[in-house]
């Protein structure tokens, strides 16, 4: 392994605190683009430049750039807003976007289609609705995500508050995202990591850095895919305290076999007044020990890996000043959203509405984005954005129910029953045409695959059965397709890699079946498979968990068989 510092590591210790010459690259009027060194720091403020690949090769043929444009993510704790931050951000969709919301697997938002001129504005917009973007991306704790159980009100608030507390504690201090975006005055970098970055420093974390919450029996956060997975312990409706996982991580590089997806392993236990402390000590664990020579070892996940966790929980007693407890008992059940209407024991009610892929737009077949908007005009509780692209109309009060479905119905929203279950299931990633990393297609085949599988299920009698189904345009893993029972990871364009196995619970990763296939071959692998599922089932035992039972996948989850297909 390298001994040699990389150039992100090199940008991030040179940038005076995450300024760069930002701002100097957004008053360029030359280029829609920014430097590549800016490019890299943009990401700690939560954006990410791109460009519109559907029309490189006519750009090019023109002799023009690239569409250069940026995505721009927010960063939203728990995934909690209001209405009027809502219709706030359906504006800015429309002034400084390409007209479309996007709910990410972070339980959070992304515009796309946000050109250089557009950012300031969009970024003031933002901050005048008291959001922003600071850390959503970049080498920083990233959005911190919880579970939604709307029906347990009142652990489900205290889980929110922790998320926020937590999010506050790592979030990066600069005061250059004011002054690039906000119109701060300008001020010298003292340089000082203790005026400007009292916890990160002028170095930053080695890689993004993830942490997650969920509550027992549900884990629709797919908590141990996390760098930090909190998983809490409930004693007669009282919130004591977190199991804590380490070392969870969903991205892999092809054909590097260093790389691989993890999952946490789960350590010990802390009372719940002690969490955010807890957090802050893996994250210096993690910024002291972690790798940066290497980026593609960089991850918390590889920390762990490699000295184990026994080493964990000594350090980890020696940063937090005191040892974690034992792991408490817990079980999970299922780590999907459940849709339709259910209410909290505060008597609210909250609506689970199936968003395919998280996009919120408006089409000739469904006017999602009119309807959100008219339905923000009347709710008076708030919205909660989902790990799995959905989106809660939360705390609607009696009085209130009846008249927002009927906007419900009057404009055709899914709350469960307009799809199949493995289609308000399924999730994907962006991918073409703006994800630079994008391999292969995924938002936009995602409905044509749903639809065909869909079909191969009704064939078998299993169109009422839930399956999980994910696929990514690359092996990033950003929809986690590592953890589902179907997953796709794209290869090219028009084929993917395979991936078989998971479970419904989140707690087992899948391992690659087949690669670089086309559908059709993927169809032919998986009818017989849904066939023998259909005819010799256990009750209640879901697709995955039969593959293993049958022998038709391999239960070995070692880190090489993210690499070595299993079906040669």
């Known amino acids: 392994m390298s001994h040699t510092l990389p150039e992100a590591e090199i940008i991030k210790r040179e940038s005076n605190y995450l300024r760069g010459t930002i701002a100097e690259g957004l008053d360029d009027k030359a280029t829609g683009a920014i430097a590549d060194s800016d490019n890299k720091l943009t990401k700690f403020h939560g954006a990410y430049q791109q460009d519109d690949r559907d029309r490189r090769d006519e750009r090019r043929r023109q002799r023009l750039e690239p569409l250069h444009m940026f995505m721009v993510r927010l960063r939203l704790p728990g995934g909690v807003l209001t209405p009027e931050q809502w219709l706030g951000l359906d504006q800015i969709a429309d002034d400084c976007a390409n007209h479309t919301l996007r709910l990410t697997t972070r339980q959070t ?6 050109y250089k001129h557009r950012m300031r504005p969009l970024m003031r917009a933002l901050n005048a609705l008291g959001l922003d973007t600071r850390g959503a991306c970049g080498d920083v704790n990233r959005n911190v995500v919880s579970n939604v159980n709307p029906h347990r009100s009142r652990v489900h608030a205290d889980i929110h508050r922790y998320s926020v507390a937590i ?29 400007e970055e009292p916890f990160y420093g002028h170095f930053y974390l080695p890689r993004k850095f993830k942490i997650a919450l969920a509550v027992p029996p549900e884990n629709d956060a797919d908590v141990l895919s996390n760098d930090i997975a909190l998983i809490a312990i409930v004693e007669d409706d009282e919130l004591v305290g977190f199991n804590v996982g380490v070392g969870g991580g969903m991205g892999m590089t092809y054909g590097n076999e260093a790389t691989h997806p993890r999952l946490a392993d789960v350590a010990g236990f802390v009372p719940a007044d002690q969490v955010v402390d807890a957090c802050e000590a893996i994250a210096a664990i993690q910024r002291d020990h972690g790798c940066r020579t290497e980026r593609t070892h960089a991850r918390f996940k590889y920390t762990i890996a490699d000295h184990g966790v026994e080493w964990f929980l000594e350090r980890f007693a020696e940063y937090h000043g005191a040892p974690m407890a034992p792991v408490r008992d817990y079980v999970f059940t299922h780590n999907g959203d459940r849709f339709g209407w259910v209410e909290g024991d505060n008597g609210n009610q909250h ?27 009347v709710h008076t509780g708030e919205f909660r954005v989902t790990c799995n692209q959905n989106l809660i109309i939360a705390n609607v009060s009696p009085e209130k129910k009846a008249e927002i479905q009927t906007l419900v119905d009057h404009y055709g929203l899914d709350d469960g029953s307009r799809s199949t279950p493995l289609a308000r299931n399924a999730m994907s990633c962006v991918a073409f045409p703006t994800c630079a990393l994008a391999m292969a297609e995924s938002e936009r085949y995602l409905p044509s695959l749903t639809n065909r599988l869909d079909t191969l299920m009704a064939g078998h009698g299993l169109a009422d059965t839930p399956i999980n189904v994910r696929v990514t345009g690359c092996p990033n893993g950003c929809a986690r397709p590592y953890l589902a029972e179907i997953g796709l990871t794209g290869k090219t364009l028009g084929k993917y890699n395979l991936f078989l196995g998971g479970d419904e619970r989140g707690e087992r990763m899948n391992r690659l079946y087949r690669e670089n296939i086309d559908e059709a071959t993927i169809l032919d692998i998986l009818d017989p498979m849904l066939g023998r599922f259909a005819a010799e089932r256990e009750d209640g035992e879901g697709f995955g968990d039969f593959l293993i039972r049958s022998g038709l996948v391999d239960a070995e989850r070692s880190p090489e068989v993210f690499h070595r297909a299993y079906s040669v």
């Open 109 to 114: 938002f992304q515009f796309h289609g946000v």
């Open 167 to 195: 999010s506050k504690r790592l979030k990066w201090r600069s005061n250059a995202y004011a002054e690039i975006w906000l119109g701060d005055e300008r001020v010298e970098a003292r340089g000082e990591d203790e005026e």
């Open 351 to 377: 609506l689970t509405l199936s968003i395919r892929s998280g996009r919120v737009q408006d089409t000739d077949a469904l006017r999602l984005r009119t309807a959100l908007r008219e339905i923000a005009r």
